[in-house]
């Protein structure tokens, strides 16, 4: 009899982190889901409120304050309107796409094997591997931009580039693949690594004192454990690099106004010549006064980074976003 009511101050001092813990999480997602809808919903009704500069009239287009940007690009004359007819804009979305697929493939053929073996073995100085590669998450984008142009325009990398005939820097291929792999890698390895953190290794070790190869126990054990962390990775690396800007503007800068002749046969073939990153493209858009087309660039960007969101959540792995 005398141990009902130790029993039951048991469960009550049991009960009462986990009622706080629910209660902590639930004032967060409170907090959070609301700051997001907010921005979601915010941003939904400054693109309404303004979707009527996407019809742009005849007489729109006659007005003098419309036609300061040139005879040569009538386009830019109906501000947002018909950004889509704008060559500009396409080249600039199939630049970014481009360089964005690629970026993603480096990442994930390097970033997957890393993970696994920062996760799985001892390696000496992984201390630092981890620090150097999480502090690139909260360094500014300019930053690493910065330290790039430093790094490619002054010892061995400048003598390289001096033998090889041509420049890392302000260049499409290979200068904005490496401005934006550096922060898409980083974030993919740490989705990577905390994936690969999740699994117990016990089971590789069982598999394999069942008779399996390192290779099959990996294979059939842990990469269908990690299958949805994998995905996540590879979407975070991939909307990461989408959304780079500060490095690929200070390595590379713009290149809309450069003339023809400056691009390759290739960048011309695969209509990427004259054309900026999207990020980037908002930006000089704004600095040139045409804020409704940066912004319309600018709901673009979001509506990608809400579908991928949207994505892990839909795969089970939005445990990876944060």
């Known amino acids: 009899m005398s141990g009902e009511p130790q029993s039951a101050t048991t469960t009550d001092s049991l009960a009462r982190p986990q009622k706080a813990e629910s209660r902590d999480r639930l004032i967060f997602k409170t907090f959070f889901y609301s700051f997001a809808g907010f921005l979601f919903l915010f941003s939904a009704y400054l693109f309404l409120t303004n979707v009527d500069q996407l019809f742009v009239t005849e007489a729109a287009v006659q007005t003098r304050n419309l036609t300061s940007w040139g005879e040569d690009r009538e386009i830019l004359n109906m501000f947002a309107g018909g950004f889509w007819k704008d ?42 591997i981890d620090v150097l590669f999480s502090s690139m998450l909260v360094i500014p984008a300019s930053s690493v931009g910065l330290c790039l142009i430093v790094m490619f325009n ?14 890392f820097a302000h260049s499409i291929f290979p200068g904005m693949i490496i401005a934006s792999f550096i922060l898409s890698f980083a974030l993919g390895l740490s989705a990577w690594k905390a994936t690969f953190d999740s699994i117990n290794p016990r089971f590789e070790q069982v598999a394999r004192s069942l008779g399996s190869s390192r290779w099959r126990a990996f294979r059939t054990v842990t990469l269908p454990l990690a299958k949805s962390g994998l995905v996540a990775g590879i979407i975070l690396a991939w909307t990461r690099a989408m959304a780079e800007f500060g490095a690929v503007l200070f390595f590379c800068g713009t290149f809309r106004e450069l003339p023809p ?62």
Do not use: C
Request: aromatic share 16%; charged share 15%.
């Open 261 to 322: 002749a400056r691009f390759s046969d290739l960048e011309q073939a695969l209509h990427i010549d004259q054309a900026d990153w999207l990020s980037v493209a908002i930006w000089a858009q704004i600095e040139y006064g045409n804020v409704e087309y940066g912004f319309a660039l600018a709901f673009i960007l979001v509506i990608i980074g809400g579908l991928s969101v949207y994505a892990m959540h839909r795969i089970g792995a939005k445990g990876y976003i944060w």
């Open 154 to 167: 002054y010892g061995p990398f400048w003598d390289l580039q001096q033998k090889l005939g041509f420049r």
């Open 87 to 128: 060559p500009y804009f396409w080249k600039s979305l199939n630049l970014t796409l481009m360089i964005t697929v690629i970026t993603t493939i480096l990442s994930t053929l390097i970033g997957i094997p890393t993970a696994y073996a920062l996760s799985r073995y001892k390696i000496r100085g992984k201390v630092i």
